[in-house]
Every structure is written in C-alpha cells, then in structure tokens.
C-alpha cells in the first residue's frame, strides 16, 4: 500500500538548535515533496527530490532511495520556522498521485 | 515570483447556497489542482487537471461539487448545495507537469453557516 509516514508528529526545540523530521515511504517513487505550512497561512514547496540532497539557506534535504527514506533538516532553528512541515511522495504506480504524509507540527522557543 | 491567485480569500455562506472559487495558476503551468484542507488535517486532493482535461476526480463529491478549467488556464471549483462540513480551506496549486514543484495560492476559506 502507498503510504507516507513522518516522525516525529510534534516537535519543540529552542532557538538555534539542529531540527531533524523523517519521512518513510513504500514501493517506488518518482518524486518527494517537502512543504511549510504556517498557521493559517498558505503551503509552500521547499524541495522536490528524487535523489540525493538539496540545500537552501538553513534548509537541507536529503534522499536515501535504498532505505525509501527522506530527512528535512534545519540548522540554527529560529522561531519564525515553526509551521507544519509535509512530506508529500508522487508513486508511479498511483497515477502519480501525491499522497501527504500527517505533517510534523514544529515549534522553535525563543 | 509569479504566484498563483486565488479568490475571494474569504467566504461565508448559508449551507443549501451556491458557492464558486477561482484560481488563476502560474503561467504556464498545465497541471492544476484543487485541495479541501480541513482545520488540523492535511489537504485532500479533489481534483485535478491537465490542461483542460480532468485526470483525478476520484475524491471530488461529485453531487454537489463541480470544477472546470475551460481554456486550460484559470479554474472554478463550485459547491452546490454548500454542507456545514463543507467548511474548510479550499486551495489551488499549480505545476508545470506532474513532476515538478507545486505552487499553491493562498487558499479561500469558507465558513458555512
């Protein structure tokens, strides 16, 4: 079954502490998302994946195909970086449909 | 950046009313879709388009919603009749192909009353 499963669920860390969040999926796929979304605000795309790794700002994302895992990293968390973070995968068996995953709700104290 | 718009931002409609939303995606972008976020949940995808043709309409609640894309550009996703539990943010997301980033608008969030 096409799942995608993220850890932790709820994560707080104070300011300028290392934020790691994991997403596991199944089966092949041809695509990962990572997306922000800010209370009440709108979702942002922060990487599209398929191998390897990527790095904007403070934000890095990583890829192990083997393992059907991905890691969202963020160094010196400061609090305007609390939002829910989404996992999102495109399966090619699914039409490729992009199935989310729960989110990690992350909230950075000052 | 080009964005995708969205409108109106708000809405607050009496349920067995008629309700509309529209979206204008980025330039370009064949690949349109339409998302229900409920409060607390993550979206659900209701509908989906290439271009003008629908390729993902499995969980559109095809009785009283309805969404088209005429010209392959802008979208309008209506609800009628409007349900209480139809309340929820409505967002419109755009790509150049299934493949690619996602750029979502700002949502319209509409309150049945």
């Known amino acids: 079954k096409n799942e995608v499963e993220q850890s932790p669920q709820n994560l707080t860390a104070q300011e300028g502490e290392f934020i790691t969040i994991n997403c596991s999926y199944s089966v092949g796929i041809s695509a990962l998302h990572w997306l922000q979304q800010h209370p009440g605000g709108g979702i942002v795309s922060l990487f599209m994946?398929?191998?390897?790794?990527k790095k904007h700002g403070r934000l890095i994302a990583t890829i192990n195909i083997q393992e059907k895992h991905s890691s969202l990293h963020i160094t010196a968390s400061h609090p305007r970086d609390s939002a829910v973070y989404i996992c999102a995968v495109r399966y090619r068996d699914s039409n490729y449909q992009l199935i989310w995953g729960a989110g990690t709700k992350l909230i950075i104290k000052p | 950046e080009a964005e995708v718009a969205q409108s109106p931002r708000y809405k607050i409609t009496e349920k067995s009313q008629a309700v509309a939303f529209w979206c204008d995606p980025i330039?370009?972008?064949?690949?349109l879709y339409w998302y229900r976020q409920i409060l607390g949940q993550g979206p659900e995808l209701l509908v989906q388009f290439q271009d003008e043709s629908v390729v993902d309409d499995s969980q559109l609640p095809k009785d009283r919603f309805s969404a088209e894309r005429l010209k392959g550009v802008d979208s309008t996703l209506k609800i009628q009749p409007a349900e209480l539990g139809d309340s929820a943010m409505y967002l419109c997301a755009s790509s150049s192909g299934t493949n690619s980033p996602l750029h979502f608008g700002n949502g319209t969030r509409l309150t049945v009353t």
């Open positions: 330039s370009g972008h064949a690949t």
């Open positions: 994946l398929s191998s390897g790794k």
